[in-house]
């Protein structure tokens, strides 16, 4: 599975951004689709995972009522929401697709990563 992340950019706090990230190669409904992030000098995080038919998501506590993650099957792409941004939610986002059953949120569940697109928010 390739996958390409796109969607990041500088906001101000308070703000929004939708990130998407696009799959192609192999079955995307074979994978459940996840977001992480990696701050400076951090390690890489969980932030929300959709289940391969979209029906069931999982959230990081950071992030809940703030983010919503959603997959649409037909154009074979993952997207992450982020509303109420906050300085704390500035990094690298990464999407992730696993072959796992469950909604994971320990990064070696996943099987192939995206390439990371930046996300900043200013105070």
């Known amino acids: 599975v390739q996958l390409q992340a796109s969607g990041g950019g500088l906001v101000q706090a308070g703000g929004s951004l939708r990130l998407s990230c696009a799959a192609s190669?192999?079955?995307?409904?074979?994978?459940?689709m996840g977001w992480f992030r990696q701050a400076p000098e951090k390690e890489r995080e969980f932030v929300a995972v959709?289940?391969?038919?979209?029906?069931?998501?999982r959230y990081a506590d950071s992030v809940k009522g703030r983010f919503a993650i959603s997959r649409d099957v037909a154009e074979n792409t993952v997207y992450l929401q982020m509303n109420s941004l906050k300085p704390e939610d500035t990094a690298l986002y990464y999407c992730?697709?696993?072959?796992?059953?469950?909604?994971?949120?320990?990064?070696?569940?996943?099987?192939?990563w995206g390439q990371g697109t930046q996300v900043t928010v200013s105070s």
């Open positions: 959709v289940s391969r038919t979209g029906d069931s998501t």
């Open positions: 992730a697709a696993g072959r796992a059953l469950v909604l994971s949120a320990a990064r070696h569940a996943y099987d192939y």
């Open positions: 190669g192999r079955t995307f409904v074979n994978y459940v």
